[in-house]
């Protein structure tokens, strides 16, 4: 099956600061790599996605990209507020469709 | 649009019970997904239930069973609970078979405490 491997999984910035996760996949089969948020208490969220067809995406402050060849992916978070404090989960799916999670990163943003 | 609903929210059990879970998806939804987010391993994967059927189980014991209903709501059920079941159990949904090609939507969960 998929395996998916995320660092860091803590990161600490301050306000306006850009962070960065990395995530790393094993199968290559896999051709969907979504990006989930989950605040304190709440639902994980999806925040951003990529297909394989395509290397980057954004919107707004987020943006992910991907290397096929290398088997990762990342999300970018460029000046970065408070309320993006949350713990950030990357996925993928593999050849069996199942969304294989990575085990979080937690992002804390210092006012 | 109702989201995902499960409950209950919050369940405490002691050892060697049965715990059981429940899951309403989104309208329209067919896939339900069931993960296990235990503190620092990230969400790992249950069950998975499409048009009623079992599709695929994680690398859980046996003892970790449910079931999808015909109206597609779906019920997690835990046998012989053990402390390391503690957990915060999620349910999602998505069109049929999407998961692994589109966005899961989650709901808020059930909070399992085994004593």
């Known amino acids: 099956g998929e395996n998916v491997e995320q660092h860091p999984s803590t990161l600490s910035v301050q306000e306006g600061d850009s962070a960065v996760i990395k995530c790393t996949y094993s199968d290559s089969a896999s051709n969907y790599f979504p990006w989930y948020k989950q605040e304190l208490g709440k639902r994980p969220q999806l925040i951003i996605d990529i297909r394989s067809n395509v290397g980057e995406k954004k919107d707004q402050r987020i943006a992910v990209t991907l290397n096929k060849t290398a088997k990762h992916f990342s999300l970018h978070i460029t000046e970065t507020q408070p309320e993006d404090s949350a713990v950030y989960f990357c996925?993928?799916?593999?050849?069996?469709?199942?969304?294989?999670f990575g085990r979080g990163t937690s992002l804390i943003v210092h006012p | 649009e109702a989201g995902v609903t499960q409950s209950p929210t919050h369940l405490i059990k002691t050892r060697g019970q049965q715990a059981t879970l429940r899951c309403s998806p989104i309208?329209?939804?067919?896939?339900v997904y069931w993960y296990q987010q235990a503190l620092g391993l990230g969400l790992q994967f249950l069950l998975w239930?499409?048009?009623?059927?079992?599709?695929n189980r994680g690398n859980f014991p046996p003892r970790f069973s449910g079931r999808q209903f015909p109206n597609y709501s779906s019920e997690l059920n835990v046998n012989a609970l053990e402390l390391e079941d503690s957990a915060l159990y999620l349910c999602a949904s998505s069109l049929a078979g999407q998961g692994g090609t589109g966005e899961l939507f989650f709901g808020e969960g059930s909070r399992l405490t085994v004593l």
């Open positions: 996925a993928a799916p593999g050849g069996s469709y199942i969304p294989t």
């Open positions: 309208s329209g939804h067919t896939s």
């Open positions: 239930y499409d048009e009623g059927e079992e599709r």
